[in-house]
Nanobody, 128 residues
Framework: QVQLVESGGGLVQAGGSLRLSCAAS????????MGWFRQAPGKEREFVAV????????NYGDSVKGRFTISRLNAKNTVDLQMNSLASEDTALYYC?????????????????????WGRGTQVTVSS
């Protein structure tokens, strides 16, 4: 079992930046792809970004491309999401997820069903 804990959420003005972090703990020696998703009230969960275990492959949702950057530090079992040029539409509960068994293509496409473990989320609120 893997536990994921997100941090770094908060309130920020439009145009500002935030950096989210996700710490993974649990089983050692297992390679996970790590992703970020978000869900706003009344909306479906949306794929934000993913990074492979090696860090060589990344993918982003269309709405965040060019503004968000995902990175990971395997030595510390963490994955970060740098969010720039935030807008009110980015307001949501942001979830960290890890994929151990999922089909890699689906993982990199951001299909939520391909992820095996989920955190509880951290709230990001962007004021306009």
């Amino acid at each position: 079992q893997v536990q994921l804990v997100e941090s770094g959420g908060g309130l920020v003005q439009a145009g500002g930046s935030l950096r989210l972090s996700c710490a993974a703990s649990g089983r050692a020696g297992v390679a996970y792809s790590m992703g970020w998703f978000r869900q706003a009230p009344g909306k479906e969960r949306e794929f934000v970004a993913v990074i492979s275990w090696s860090g060589e492959k990344t993918n982003y949702g269309d709405s965040v491309k060019g503004r968000f950057t995902i990175s990971r530090l395997n030595a510390k079992n963490t994955v970060d999401l740098q969010m720039n040029s935030l807008a009110s539409e980015d307001t949501a509960l942001y979830y960290c997820a890890a994929a151990e068994y999922g089909y890699m293509d689906y993982v990199l496409q951001g299909r939520a069903g391909a992820y095996d473990y989920w955190g509880r989320g951290t709230q990001v609120t962007v004021s306009s």
